[in-house]
């Protein structure tokens, strides 16, 4: 690694960039720069001395540097800064919040320039000027500079934030009020570092290949999933919290009882077959991504121009996807021309659909903890602890009808015992937040969900989170003299109330600053490196078709794939019936927001115009 070099801007009269270099390692090189020439200064004799430090200690200086056009200012080989300094930005004079803005979107689409890759941009603003929870009091965010929603249109995201203490820099006296030899007010001044984020691109479903017998078939991933399939989380190399958290319980669950770990081989692809469902959840599938297979030549690029991929998870036989049996037809002919006929699968929504696969297995052993672990997919509405995708682990465990009870309130009281030490988390040294888990008994008197009471997700989480359920079934035809008790769990729920975590999208980002959060060793909680991300609000109204009706779910569906999972609350605010053709009016307001990219209002404003066109052709309503 070479030495850091930082750049300051918008010196006024160098008294920072002076009191810096004097606490610089000789390997760090410093470049000072300011708007106004050097005869402008020249009259300053405070400026005069500092920039005669500054050149004592081998810091370049340059005068008439435009912030807001840096790349003008330096060679293309001269500009890659590991860190950028802007202290108290401001137009001049009497400048508004308006051109206060402008300045500050300039510099930050400026920096994009000449930043190095991981470098970081720092901005120190007055108290309240930012505009974020930070600021304390925090000004409304109209009358504010709105710091992070302008870092955005450069590419940046906010990844801390503190108190700016002159004390730090002995020597630096802030000056340029309203263009004027003024200090500005530092009491309560905070400053912002920023990062780069991974751009915010419209990525385009990928399209994934599928082996049936001898033949290859294709299907692309559905829109709102894009991104989340085949990210092999718990795969061994994977250092995610999800796998941290599924092998922690596995190894304190083999403490007690004797384990079978099952690999995940079962498919992830179902035909609609409710046969292979248990009665008590054969409305599992209303909820699931349904796709067409097609013929694949797998010597050719995808039809679409996207990215073909092999999913080793989604091979599957033709018996594991139970085509129908015509008559006269052997089962391999039957499945070919079933897939080819543009054969509906959907994607599978929970595990609990391989129950009947593992009882009735050969080696299955009754006594022993069967274990599953793997991702499903499930449509849902946009809710704050909802997710399209998880990960869920499922324990199945054979008891003989006479012991069930016994077995069954053991079991119980050692996955609550192992749950409740997860989710109690060490803070501060005389101080806990922690989770308690409760198991809550149904109105059939014989099943459980499992729910954690929870104090440190932020003001949208549930004072109580259903983080999964407890099933117990009848005898099975191969194993007619035991009873089954099926636990499942959501993994995702689970690393979030461990780490601390409040959006379950960050567990899906592509950012290589996650997964430094996580070492098995320590459960510490997770240090978002996206502080206060702006928010857009946007509102649409349509006419609904009477004939078609209405699919809210569909309708969350949409704007999940049309926004790239930024769409964090659809509200319904309001119907309206016409009085004379008496047509049916909704009304919802979406709100935009992202965890780990920077989010700009151009980009959610196309968003919102791409979504009026796709439910006016996917849910027929027509938008006003």
Same mark, same amino acid.
């Given at each position: 690694?070479? !030495?850091?070099?930082?750049?300051?801007?918008?010196?006024?009269?160098?008294?920072?960039?002076?009191?810096?270099?004097? @606490?610089?390692?000789?390997?760090? =090189?410093?470049?000072?720069?300011?708007?106004?020439?050097?005869?402008?200064?020249?009259?300053?004799?405070?400026?005069?001395?500092?920039?005669?430090?500054?050149?004592?200690?081998?810091?370049?200086?340059?005068?008439?540097?435009?912030? @807001?056009?840096?790349?003008? +200012?330096?060679?293309?080989?001269?500009?890659?800064?590991?860190?950028?300094?802007?202290?108290?930005?401001?137009?001049?004079?009497?400048?508004?919040?308006?051109?206060?803005?402008?300045?500050?979107?300039?510099?930050?689409?400026?920096?994009?320039?000449?930043?190095?890759?991981?470098?970081?941009?720092?901005?120190?603003?007055?108290?309240?000027?930012?505009?974020?929870?930070?600021?304390?009091?925090?000004?409304?965010?109209?009358?504010?500079?709105?710091?992070?929603?302008?870092? +955005?249109?450069?590419?940046? /995201?906010?990844?801390?934030?503190?108190?700016?203490?002159?004390?730090?820099?002995?020597?630096?006296?802030?000056?340029?009020?309203?263009?004027?030899?003024?200090?500005?007010?530092?009491?309560?001044?905070?400053?912002?570092?920023?990062?780069? $984020?991974?751009?915010?691109?419209?990525?385009?479903?990928?399209?994934?290949?599928?082996?049936?017998?001898?033949?290859?078939?294709?299907?692309?991933?559905?829109?709102?999933?894009?991104?989340?399939?085949?990210?092999?989380?718990?795969? @061994?190399?994977?250092?995610?919290?999800?796998?941290?958290?599924? #092998?922690?319980?596995?190894?304190?669950?083999?403490?007690?009882?004797?384990?079978?770990?099952?690999?995940?081989?079962?498919?992830?692809?179902?035909?609609?077959?409710?046969?292979?469902?248990?009665?008590?959840?054969?409305?599992?599938?209303? @909820?699931?991504?349904?796709?067409?297979?097609?013929?694949?030549? $797998?010597?050719?690029?995808?039809?679409?121009?996207?990215?073909?991929?092999?999913?080793?998870?989604?091979?599957?036989?033709?018996?594991?996807?139970?085509?129908?049996?015509?008559? &006269?037809?052997?089962?391999? #002919?039957?499945?070919?021309?079933?897939?080819?006929?543009?054969?509906?699968?959907?994607?599978?929504? $929970?595990?609990?659909?391989?129950?009947?696969?593992?009882?009735?297995?050969?080696?299955?052993?009754?006594?022993?903890?069967?274990?599953?672990? &793997?991702?499903?997919?499930?449509?849902?509405?946009?809710?704050?602890?909802?997710?399209?995708?998880?990960?869920?682990?499922?324990?199945?465990?054979?008891?003989?009808?006479?012991?069930?009870?016994?077995?069954?309130?053991?079991?119980?009281?050692?996955?609550?015992? /192992?749950?409740?030490?997860?989710?109690?988390?060490?803070?501060?040294?005389?101080?806990?937040?922690?989770?308690?888990?409760?198991?809550?008994?149904? !109105?059939?008197?014989?099943?459980?969900?499992?729910?954690?009471?929870?104090?440190?997700?932020?003001?949208?989480?549930?004072?109580?989170?259903?983080?999964? =359920?407890?099933?117990?079934? +009848?005898?099975?035809?191969?194993?007619?003299?035991?009873?089954?008790?099926?636990?499942?769990?959501?993994?995702?729920?689970?690393?979030?109330?461990?780490?601390?975590?409040?959006?379950?999208? /960050?567990?899906?980002?592509?950012?290589?600053?996650?997964?430094?959060?996580?070492?098995?060793?320590?459960?510490?909680?997770?240090? $978002?490196? =996206?502080?206060?991300? !702006?928010?857009?609000?946007?509102?649409?109204?349509?006419?609904?078709?009477?004939?078609?009706?209405?699919? #809210?779910?569909?309708?969350?569906?949409?704007?999940?794939?049309?926004?790239?999972?930024?769409?964090?609350?659809?509200?319904?605010?309001?119907?309206?019936?016409?009085?004379?053709?008496?047509?049916?009016?909704?009304?919802?307001?979406?709100?935009?927001?992202?965890?780990?990219?920077?989010?700009?209002?151009?980009?959610?404003?196309?968003?919102?115009?791409?979504?009026?066109?796709?439910?006016?052709?996917?849910?027929?309503?027509?938008?006003?």
């Amino acid at each position: 690694m070479g !030495p850091r070099r930082l750049l300051l801007v918008g010196e006024g009269n160098f008294s920072f960039a002076a009191a810096l270099s004097s @606490t610089l390692d000789p390997s760090t =090189s410093l470049t000072a720069t300011c708007l106004p020439n050097l005869v402008d200064l020249a009259r300053d004799p405070v400026a005069r001395e500092n920039l005669q430090r500054l050149r004592e200690r081998g810091a370049e200086v340059r005068f008439g540097v435009d912030c @807001t056009r840096l790349a003008g +200012a330096f060679e293309l080989h001269d500009r890659r800064f590991d860190r950028i300094y802007f202290n108290f930005p401001h137009c001049g004079r009497k400048a508004g919040v308006a051109k206060n803005r402008e300045l500050l979107a300039k510099f930050f689409q400026s920096c994009a320039d000449v930043l190095a890759e991981e470098g970081e941009v720092h901005v120190a603003l007055c108290r309240g000027q930012g505009g974020t929870p930070a600021d304390k009091p925090q000004r409304e965010w109209h009358n504010s500079w709105q710091v992070v929603a302008m870092a +955005a249109l450069g590419g940046f /995201i906010l990844s801390d934030v503190h108190p700016f203490s002159c004390e730090a820099v002995p020597g630096y006296k802030c000056t340029g009020y309203r263009s004027q030899d003024k200090s500005f007010h530092v009491e309560g001044a905070l400053n912002h570092i920023f990062t780069r $984020s991974l751009p915010l691109e419209c990525s385009q479903p990928r399209i994934f290949r599928i082996k049936l017998g001898d033949q290859w078939f294709s299907f692309p991933e559905p829109e709102a999933l894009v991104g989340k399939l085949n990210r092999g989380f718990l795969e @061994t190399p994977s250092c995610h919290p999800i796998k941290i958290i599924n #092998e922690k319980l596995i190894a304190e669950l083999g403490k007690t009882f004797p384990l079978k770990r099952l690999k995940c081989s079962f498919p992830l692809l179902l035909q609609e077959d409710t046969s292979v469902l248990p009665s008590w959840n054969c409305d599992i599938l209303s @909820t699931a991504f349904w796709i067409n297979l097609r013929e694949h030549n $797998s010597n050719s690029e995808s039809p679409d121009g996207g990215t073909t991929q092999d999913m080793e998870d989604f091979l599957v036989s033709f018996s594991q996807l139970s085509l129908p049996k015509g008559p &006269g037809r052997d089962d391999e #002919e039957e499945a070919y021309e079933g897939i080819c006929g543009q054969t509906k699968v959907c994607l599978r929504p $929970s595990l609990l659909v391989h129950i009947q696969a593992v009882i009735q297995a050969p080696d299955f052993l009754p006594g022993s903890l069967h274990i599953l672990s &793997g991702p499903v997919f499930q449509k849902c509405h946009i809710l704050p602890f909802t997710m399209p995708v998880f990960h869920e682990i499922l324990l199945i465990l054979g008891l003989n009808q006479n012991l069930k009870d016994g077995c069954l309130q053991s079991l119980l009281d050692h996955l609550k015992g /192992i749950l409740d030490s997860l989710l109690t988390q060490k803070m501060l040294e005389d101080s806990k937040l922690s989770s308690s888990v409760e198991f809550v008994l149904q !109105p059939n008197g014989k099943d459980y969900m499992i729910c954690a009471e929870v104090h440190n997700l932020g003001p949208d989480c549930a004072k109580d989170l259903i983080i999964g =359920s407890v099933t117990t079934s +009848a005898a099975s035809i191969t194993h007619k003299d035991q009873c089954f008790v099926f636990v499942s769990m959501n993994l995702d729920l689970l690393a979030m109330l461990v780490w601390s975590i409040s959006d379950w999208r /960050i567990l899906w980002t592509f950012d290589n600053r996650f997964l430094k959060n996580f070492v098995p060793e320590k459960m510490e909680p997770f240090k $978002s490196y =996206s502080l206060y991300p !702006p928010c857009y609000v946007h509102d649409i109204s349509f006419w609904l078709d009477e004939k078609k009706g209405f699919d #809210e779910l569909e309708f969350h569906t949409v704007a999940r794939a049309v926004s790239q999972d930024t769409v964090i609350s659809v509200q319904f605010l309001s119907r309206f019936q016409h009085p004379k053709t008496e047509q049916v009016s909704l009304c919802y307001r979406l709100t935009y927001q992202t965890c780990d990219k920077a989010l700009t209002q151009q980009q959610v404003a196309s968003m919102q115009s791409q979504f009026r066109k796709e439910i006016e052709q996917r849910l027929h309503v027509i938008p006003r």
